[in-house]
């Protein structure tokens, strides 16, 4: 399949031979009683580095804070569990990311949600006004290049978005795995630098940015850290300890950051291709997000075009793709798609783009659209 739907980058992008060798390293200095020392925390040695980073974007943890996880989803999902009860309302994005909708469901509490802009996130004034007529237990949001949209929340709106989570009492859920993922110089600060109180509770991982599968996730949890540790202690109780040296020792070494340049660039300048290709070949009054980072963009098709449809085809086709009723609980995305085009140098893609704009262009005849 040419991986449109998939929700990784191209595997070619990251370090794999060189994170081995650091694991390798690792293991072998490490000492047996280390294998049971840091349980439930995760290693320590990687949870330095993960504060030095969090300093640097102007975010001071304390040491018991920070919780190594499986992922940054079962960051998320714990998160979850330590605010929130059966019944309870939590307000995602629309759209939202489709694992969010999911865990929800599996913990029996009600998504409602909130408009999103395509470029600045959640409609602040939006949300306001449902926290004033309903009890919200959380919100869930991703405010740096929010799957799918891509949208990045401007700094002076993250601290107000904060602010006015905290004067409601709504502990804000930061889904934050994309950050690192910036197209501009900085990266562009957490919700969590403007908190305060301890009511954001900010999870993020490794797996977009320089090891997918490895699965080292983490939660800086606030004031909740004590439930997050509780809950994660009575579920996974710890996360493998090989994989959570290999990427400390990896830290050490001081190449992160080359690689996240490296990593950038390409994921830019695939991006800027990709999206001259979509504007060649897709019907006329397609409209198409241009994110300042990450590797998703949204398409808005013509209304006449049913996307569920076109993926199906495209699916025949070989070509994955991602249908915007996944990134709603009520499937209002009907001609929507998101488009992963994180997979530079795949010589695949520009003919995939082609045919899903003659396939959408197809589509469009067969409704009748203009």
């Known amino acids: 399949m040419v991986p449109l739907g998939s929700a990784f980058p191209a595997a070619h992008l990251f370090p794999f031979a060189e994170l081995a060798r650091c694991g390798a390293r690792a293991m072998r200095r490490l000492q047996p009683a280390q294998i049971t020392g840091a349980l439930t925390a995760g290693d320590e040695g990687l949870r330095q580095a993960l504060r030095r980073r969090y300093a640097l974007h102007g975010v001071a943890l304390h040491d018991e804070e920070l919780v190594i996880t499986n ?9 979850l569990q330590a605010v929130t009860q059966p019944g309870d309302i939590v307000v995602v994005e629309s759209p939202t990311f489709y694992a969010a909708l999911h865990a929800l469901e599996r913990l029996h509490l009600r998504a409602v949600e909130v408009r999103t802009d395509p470029q600045e996130g959640v409609d602040l004034a939006a949300l306001g006004e ?3 007529r309903q009890r919200v237990a959380a919100c869930w949001f991703m405010p740096s290049f929010q799957n799918p949209l891509g949208a990045l929340m401007p700094s002076a709106k993250r601290q107000a978005l904060v602010e006015l989570l905290e004067r409601h009492g709504v502990p804000l859920i ?5 950050a690192e993922l ?6 562009p600060p957490p919700a969590k630098a403007f908190d ?8 993020s991982s490794f797996s977009k ?10 939660a800086a949890a606030g004031r909740f850290a004590p439930a997050v540790t509780r809950l994660k202690m009575m579920s996974s109780l710890a996360s493998a300890i090989p994989t959570q040296r290999a990427l400390a020792d990896y830290l050490a070494q001081g190449g992160y950051d080359k690689h996240l340049r490296r990593l950038r660039e390409a994921l830019r300048g695939e991006q800027q291709s990709a999206l001259r290709s979509i504007a060649r070949h897709f019907p006329a009054g397609t409209r198409v997000t241009q ?3 990450g590797y998703f963009v949204w398409l808005e098709l013509p209304p006449g075009v049913n996307a569920l449809e076109l993926h199906q085809q495209a699916r025949a086709l070989s070509i994955s793709t991602a249908p915007g009723v996944l990134f709603s609980a009520d499937r209002r995305f009907t001609h929507h798609l998101r488009l ?7 010589a695949r893609v520009e003919a995939a783009l082609k045919t899903l704009g003659q396939l959408a262009s197809q589509l469009c005849q067969s409704a009748g659209a203009p």
């Open 130 to 132: 449902l926290l004033a």
């Open 71 to 79: 992922g940054a989803m079962e960051a998320l999902n714990l998160c």
């Open 340 to 346: 992963n085009l994180g997979h530079p140098g795949d």
């Open 174 to 178: 930061e889904d934050d795995v994309y």
């Open 196 to 203: 305060h109180s301890g009511n954001v509770l900010h999870c």
């Open 291 to 293: 994110p300042a980072g």
């Open 209 to 218: 940015c320089l090891a997918p599968g490895y699965r080292v996730g983490w």
């Open 182 to 187: 910036h197209a501009d110089n900085q990266r």
